[in-house]
């Protein structure tokens, strides 16, 4: 057996504490050329009406650094580790501590 690398805590929370707000406020580049590409192409007048809005959100949320939708949802993390990391049994207390501090230092529906 080969030497095991222990993922630290602390380090997986700062991640997701630091991940929440980026992942609230700003959509992808793909996603954004997505609706860019949906909007000419659509031709009904309430799909385009819809489409305009969704990309005035996505704008106005990136400027203005507030979430894309009032409802930012729930979050869930998946930690997924190859087979030679060891994953201390308190690393999920560390993150849901994350989340929590995420939610009161930056504008994010407690949903």
Same mark, same amino acid.
């Given at each position: 057996?080969?030497?095991? &690398?222990?993922?630290?805590?602390?380090?997986?929370?700062?991640?997701?504490?630091?991940?929440?707000?980026?992942?609230?406020?700003?959509?992808?580049?793909?996603?954004?050329?997505?609706?860019?590409?949906?909007?000419?192409?659509? &031709?009904?007048?309430?799909?385009?009406?819809?489409?305009?809005?969704?990309?005035?959100?996505?704008?106005?949320?990136?400027?203005?650094?507030?979430?894309?939708?009032?409802? &930012?949802?729930?979050?869930?993390?998946?930690?997924?580790?190859?087979?030679?990391?060891?994953?201390?049994?308190?690393?999920?207390?560390?993150?849901?501590?994350?989340?929590?501090?995420?939610? &009161?230092?930056?504008?994010?529906?407690?949903?």
């Amino acid at each position: 057996m080969g030497e095991r &690398t222990i993922l630290e805590p602390e380090s997986v929370a700062k991640a997701v504490e630091q991940a929440l707000p980026r992942l609230a406020i700003s959509l992808r580049k793909d996603c954004l050329g997505a609706l860019g590409m949906a909007l000419d192409s659509e &031709t009904h007048p309430l799909g385009r009406k819809a489409l305009e809005q969704l990309c005035f959100n996505a704008q106005l949320a990136a400027s203005d650094n507030v979430p894309l939708c009032q409802d &930012t949802g729930y979050v869930s993390v998946l930690l997924e580790v190859s087979g030679d990391i060891l994953i201390p049994a308190d690393i999920f207390s560390a993150v849901n501590a994350a989340v929590a501090c995420a939610y &009161t230092q930056y504008p994010l529906r407690k949903s």
